[in-house]
């Protein structure tokens, strides 16, 4: 569902029932005799929001942050779960800098481990899941079975049988009424929903036929091996280096971009096929991963999108994606350079930022929210106001999409959707704890299991 796609449904319950449980069943109870009266104690804002945050890091950090800076009143964060302790403690500082009145995490309500989320979850009202994307699904169905409003970060998955758990879950989430906002941010930003206005309402750029995505950069981080680390401990630290716990980065960053395109063409692929490797990344530190990836994909009446995503140093990096429909092309970018051209090139169509207003000199998205923050003020109204939001289910569609590139390139074979939505195999294990064996182990040289396409090395699809 589109977040602007928040129309008022009957209200059925009061807040605070949303807040605790978030379930219909207590809605329904609550809603016949004291309606009025509870709606009008949700607009005195006298009820809290407990935020519990799952995943320390980065992301984490920053999604708390902007989750304690809604014009909501009543919004705290109460409690933290990390795999590490050091994570945990550099958040908890960290946020509580930024918003001193609204960090309340005692000693008790701070938890260690991969499995420290169960306990959060049943702590709070509302949950952010911002651990690497393996343990999403997971971390997700937690949630969702114990009724409680969720922020997530893409992608949900990194295999098929994770996507099917998402997918399987998001109906559970709607049955109890449940918000859910995932972080695909460019779907709160206001130069994509204005150029998809204009696409789908004003026909400005007529059917689209073709399209291009790109996240091409210069790399990402390494965390160097720990002394007295486990091999699955190292693993988790170093998460983006394992398709078990990442996806690889067609899955972690060029999501935002396929993503894009689902979204303008309105579905998913029904045929990919690409190539890829690592011609960089040729150290074993890099773990799985490859260092470029390029897939062509193939929608409903054969309109074809070419992906490309890149993590190699000094080389051509447009992160940006673009649509070719039967009278113009349209280019887009998350700076909030968006424009449309006719065949001849002429331009039909600019983003104004801020409805129109010249941006400051220099200034970033100048006029415009920050749609980082729009999720959260998005989420929190919908749970305050009772209005249905579940973006979990073109979260899946995108991340399927993504993984379907990946077994593209790691393959080198042509693959359906249908084949990628069904696969079997399963690089994330449902329940890991310290004591569990690493999903993946090194060779007698320390080189990690690395897929050549064409020769079936490891299993893909
Ligand atoms: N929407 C965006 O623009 C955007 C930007 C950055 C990251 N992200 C997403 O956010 C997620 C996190 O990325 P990040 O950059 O914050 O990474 P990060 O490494 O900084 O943070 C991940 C944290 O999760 C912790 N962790 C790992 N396993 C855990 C478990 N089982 N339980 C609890 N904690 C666990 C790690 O110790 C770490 O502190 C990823 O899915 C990433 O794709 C989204």
């Keep these: 569902m589109n977040p602007t796609d928040t129309s008022e449904t009957t209200p059925v319950a009061t807040r605070r029932d949303f807040l605790r449980t978030g379930s219909a069943a207590a809605a329904v109870g609550a809603a016949a005799s004291v309606l009025s009266v509870e709606r009008s104690a949700w607009a005195a804002g006298s009820d809290e929001i407990k935020i519990g945050l799952i995943g320390c890091g980065g992301r984490g950090s920053g999604a708390a942050s ?47 481990g991969p499995d420290g989320y169960q306990k959060v979850i049943e702590k709070c009202d509302l949950v952010i899941l911002t651990t690497p994307p393996g343990f999403r699904p997971y971390h997700f169905k937690a949630a969702v079975e114990a009724g409680k409003n969720i922020f997530m970060e893409k992608p949900v998955a990194v295999d098929a049988p994770g996507v099917r758990v998402v997918q399987e879950y998001a109906k559970i989430a709607d049955e109890k009424n449940l918000k859910v906002v995932v972080g695909l941010q460019r779907r709160y930003q206001n130069c994509y929903i204005e150029a998809l206005k204009q696409v789908k309402e004003q026909d400005i750029i007529g059917e689209i036929v073709a399209g291009q995505v790109y996240w091409n950069g210069g790399g990402i981080w390494f965390r160097d091996r720990l002394p007295g680390q486990t091999e699955l401990q190292y693993q988790v630290q170093n998460w983006y280096q394992f398709t078990w716990l990442c996806g690889d980065h067609i899955n972690e960053q060029h999501i935002h ?61 447009p992160v940006r994606e673009e649509f070719t429909g039967t009278k113009g092309k349209i280019y887009l970018k998350n700076s909030g350079q968006c424009e449309a051209k006719d065949h001849k090139g002429n331009s039909i169509w600019k983003y104004r930022p801020g409805g129109g207003e010249r941006p400051a000199a220099g200034g970033k998205r100048s006029g415009d929210p920050d749609p980082y923050q729009t999720e959260h003020d998005t989420l929190q109204a919908a749970i305050r106001e009772n209005k249905p939001i579940n973006n979990a289910y073109y979260g899946a569609e995108s991340t399927m999409t993504a993984i379907m590139g990946r077994m593209a390139t790691y393959s080198g ?42 020769r079936n090395n490891v299993p893909v699809i």
């Excluded at 933290?80 to 960090?103: C, Q, W, Y």
């Excluded at 084949?419 to 080189?447: L, R």
């Design 66 to 112: 902007q989750a304690l800076s809604t014009k909501q009143e009543g919004v705290k964060l109460y409690a933290m779960a990390d795999a590490f302790k050091d994570r945990l403690d550099g958040a908890h500082s960290n946020i509580r800098t930024k918003h001193p009145e609204k960090v309340d995490v005692s000693e008790d309500r701070q938890f260690v």
């Design 257 to 317: 971009n396929i993503d894009v395109a689902n979204w303008f063409i309105g579905g998913h692929p029904e045929v990919a096929q690409g190539m890829g490797g690592r011609q960089q990344r040729v150290d074993k530190k890099w773990g799985q991963i490859y260092d470029h990836h390029y897939v062509e994909f193939t929608y409903a009446n054969g309109v074809r999108v070419n992906s490309q995503c890149r993590h190699q140093e000094k080389t051509f990096s």
């Design 413 to 454: 074979q042509e693959l359906t959707w249908d084949q990628a939505i069904n696969s079997k195999v399963e690089h994330m294990p449902p329940i890991i704890t310290w004591e569990s064996e690493a999903p993946v182990k090194p060779d007698a040289d320390g080189w990690y299991p690395i897929s050549i396409p064409g």
